[in-house]
């Protein structure tokens, strides 16, 4: 059997079946749902009854970011150049991204309404593709640890971990070097309509209009949070931790809820 942990239980409580399913599609991790290497993804029949199904994606370690569109699952995976896309969350086909280091390890993949933007820790490369089938390499303006990617209708924002290396691209192709509000081991990137919002390992929350100009935030109480990803549900953003059971919401990325987990 397949058991959902208690990060996921809390997204249960806040999102009805559909938009639960689109938010666990960036929220995928295998430490994070289950204890097995391979991603399973829990996706079954959310959209048609009570009953979460799994299924195998059919290659390699699964990252922690998968993209979902109306009509394809893309996922990408760690220590290698594959892919994987699905048009029902059941029968997935291999793909293959671009290069990079000697094992390649891509970790983010973001759609933006027309095309899925790829990136990859120590390297300079990201990818771009219109179908989730094939994938052309792309430069970012430096090489980093470039762990999360998110759209919010006009740019493409990328982030690297333990870096205040930032970047914002309108097409995926051309890029432009930007500064997040301080250095730190960044973990998650979400847009809630107004504004982008990262979290650090400490109390640090990083927040942005645009991709361009990041102001700093903090959360409230702990100094250590250990946040392990952050989505947003229309205007309300949700960070889950790693560390005493918590979440976090709110509205702005400035004025944090601490709520305890069940």
Do not use: H
Not at 44 to 51: D, H, V
Not at 159 to 188: E, H, V
């Amino acid at each position: 059997p397949i058991y959902i942990s208690r990060k996921i239980y809390v997204f249960l409580r806040y999102m009805n079946r559909r938009k639960f399913f689109r938010q666990l599609m960036t929220l995928v991790a295998g430490k994070s749902l289950i204890s097995s290497p391979r991603l399973m993804a829990l996706i079954g029949t959310l959209f048609s009854s009570k009953k979460v199904l799994a299924q195998t994606i059919p290659v390699t370690f699964w990252r922690r970011k998968t993209t979902v569109t109306p009509k394809l699952l893309v996922a990408v995976a760690q220590d290698s150049n594959k892919a994987a896309s699905s048009t029902d969350g059941y029968n997935f086909t291999a793909r293959t991204l671009p290069s990079v280091k000697i094992n390649g390890d891509w970790s983010a993949v973001c759609w933006n309404g027309s095309l899925f933007c790829a990136v990859a820790k120590a390297t300079n490369i990201c990818a771009t593709s219109p179908d989730g089938l094939t994938w052309t390499a792309r430069t970012l303006p430096s090489t980093a640890d470039w762990s999360e990617i998110a759209w919010n209708g006009t740019v493409f924002c990328t982030l690297a971990s333990q870096t205040s290396k930032a970047a914002t691209s309108p097409d995926g192709t051309t890029w432009t070097a930007r500064t997040l509000s301080s250095s730190a081991y960044w973990r998650g990137l979400a847009w809630n309509g107004t504004v982008f919002c990262t979290a650090a390992n400490t109390n640090k929350v990083s927040i942005s209009t645009n991709g361009t100009s990041w102001t700093a935030q903090t959360f409230p109480g702990a100094t250590s949070i250990g946040p392990t990803s952050i989505t947003a549900m229309g205007s309300l953003f949700c960070e889950v931790t790693g560390n005493g059971g918590y979440t976090y919401l709110s509205s702005d990325g400035v004025t944090w809820t601490q709520n305890t987990m069940l």
